[in-house]
């Protein structure tokens, strides 16, 4: 959840506890679906390869294969329960999204969606979310929002038993940290912690049952988590609830800081160790924000073999470039085995491409907030990708929209290869990106790759990736129109062409490409979101003098004069 307005109304619908409802024990200390620690039969449905050993990058794996994962968060329980929309309003709201080239969707889950009353279970919405995932060709990344978001415990994303049977977060005078008349369930509570995780046990039981498909790919645990402080306003140096006096004192604690990061990685990694012994294993992560960030602490569970979250990211609303680009070289946020990925960053902000590309460019996965604000009271933001009508909810594009569907499907095309390879200026060899920052006019901008000096030019903003994806083999893309040049010491073309890599990384060809030998180099010019796999006859030049090939049933594409204003 983008940080911030908290303080909407919600009401469950009438008819909300009576659909889907089954009983359960009413004091469970554990788990139902398969123990912590027990031996697995099957293989996780995702992970993270931090090995390196097959591919030079840490590399998030589904179903056995490199996963390229372009997300965007659609707040369905917010626009939902909250606004009153109907589903009706909602789905084609996931058709946009996978119109638009995402190939995850976050959705949030409430605790009180998946137990409205105590002991009393319904699966409605993620079985809903599961079906449209799945109708709509996405994975679905579950943002499991339990006990709390952004340091708040609020009472309508809650059973009411679980506000009234749990401790607080007290402050030093005894009274219970507040802001906005909610208050903060107390994460030293043992109480707390045992039946959270038999909740998302039960939950992650009926997904395992359910999604047979492997839909859904990852798990959020808590969202923008927080030991003793509510953003926005309220906080404390820790929590003086009687459960968290005792533990201080029997730890010798006197660091409050280093108190809130060992009770908030405690407990992630209990719910972590959830998902992680389930039937339906999937990558565990955390967007940290707030009091207590204990990347570093995880590390060296890591370094054990104990850690159940498997990374840790920032939600860091920024438009600098700079910073997005240099995320995933950050010291904190890529140190040892975690897998660099912004979990949130402005959707509707007019750069959003721009934003996504740096990141992507520095070695981030990256995740859009959101497919549509729903906190706008005027149906547009900086953070909703798409803007809506507050009367009807109709759903459209705006401007950006367009650009980040182009890039996101543009990116699409080499997906197995940004996986799994990293970009040259991040340690890689065989992946090299162009014109990160947009520029309107480049002129041969010669950059590295795997040996080999490839130019790229534009003058309509474009940026590119090209890859060396064997001795003869580059795949070259664009989101706009651009050329780039190969060095005749690649090798004489055998086949140029344009088409795509599929799910498999198997080329995909669309049909035969025009390209000229110049000079003994190859130059080829790219439209508008365009990918082009280029094979060549190692050790043999190009034709000389200079020549054109346009072979049968190829269209010519031409850089238009046109200019466009920087971006």
Excluded: C
């Amino acid at each position: 959840m983008a940080r911030r307005h908290l303080a909407a109304a919600f009401l469950l619908p009438a008819g909300l506890l009576a659909t889907a409802l089954a009983p359960s024990p009413e004091h469970p200390t554990t788990p139902v679906g398969r123990q912590a620690g027990a031996e697995r039969e099957a293989a996780p449905v995702s992970y993270v390869d931090t090995s390196k050993k097959t591919y030079d990058k840490h590399t998030l794996m589904v179903d056995g294969k490199p996963f390229f994962h372009s997300g965007v968060q659609f707040r369905y329980e917010h626009h939902k329960y909250t606004k009153g929309w109907t589903d009706a309003q909602l789905e084609p709201v996931m058709k946009m999204i996978s119109e638009d080239g995402f190939d995850v969707v976050n959705i949030p889950i409430w605790w009180s969606q998946v137990e409205p009353e105590k002991g009393k279970f319904r699966w409605r919405d993620i079985d809903r979310y599961l079906d449209w995932s799945e109708k709509y060709g996405l994975k679905l990344e579950l943002l499991w929002f339990g006990h709390e978001s952004t340091g708040h415990s609020i009472k309508e994303r809650l059973p009411e038993y679980a506000t009234r049977d749990f401790e607080y977060v007290l402050k030093k005078d005894g009274t219970p940290l507040t802001r906005d008349g909610h208050k903060l369930l107390d994460k030293t509570d043992p109480d707390l912690l045992e039946r959270e995780k038999y909740v998302l046990g039960r939950l992650m039981d009926h997904v395992a049952e359910r999604d047979t498909r492997h839909t859904m790919v990852g798990a959020q645990i808590l969202n923008e988590p927080n030991v003793a402080n509510m953003q926005w306003g309220a906080s404390a140096d820790r929590s003086y609830s009687p459960t968290s006096n005792a533990r201080w004192e029997k730890g010798g604690w006197t660091d409050a800081a280093a108190f809130r990061k060992d009770v908030l990685l405690d407990y992630l990694t209990e719910l972590g160790r959830v998902v992680k012994a389930s039937d339906h294993s999937v990558y565990t992560r955390v967007n940290t924000v707030g009091d207590a960030e204990p990347v570093t602490e995880n590390e060296a569970l890591r370094a054990k073999g104990e850690q159940t979250i498997d990374f840790f990211g920032d939600d860091p609303y920024s438009t600098d470039v700079d910073r997005l680009y240099g995320y995933g070289a950050d010291r904190f946020w890529a140190q040892g085995g975690n897998f660099p990925m912004i979990m949130e960053n402005f959707a509707g902000h007019p750069d959003a491409d721009v934003h996504k590309f740096n990141a992507v460019a520095g070695n981030t996965a990256y995740n859009l907030y959101a497919a549509t604000d729903s906190y706008a009271e005027t149906g547009s933001s900086n953070l909703g990708l798409y803007d809506f009508d507050p009367e009807t909810h109709e759903v459209k594009r705006k401007a950006v929209s367009h650009r980040v569907a182009r890039l996101n499907r543009t990116l699409g095309k080499i997906a197995t290869d940004l996986a799994s390879r990293a970009p040259v200026e991040r340690g890689g060899s065989t992946l090299q990106t162009f014109n990160r920052k947009a520029a309107t006019t480049v002129d041969d901008l010669t950059k590295p790759l795997d040996g080999v000096d490839v130019t790229f030019s534009t003058d309509q903003a474009a940026q590119g990736v090209a890859v060396r994806r064997g001795p003869a083999e580059l795949a070259l893309t664009s989101t706009a129109e651009a050329t780039y040049r190969i060095p005749g010491s690649f090798g004489a073309p055998r086949s140029v062409e344009t088409g795509y890599y599929n799910a498999d990384d198997r080329w995909v060809r669309k049909g035969k490409k025009r390209y000229s030998t110049p000079n003994g180099n190859l130059t080829v010019q790219l439209a508008p979101g365009e990918a082009v796999r280029v094979l060549t006859h190692p050790g043999k030049q190009p034709p000389s003098p200079a020549s054109t090939r346009a072979p049968s049933g190829a269209t010519p594409t031409a850089i238009s004069s046109r200019r466009t204003a920087a971006r």
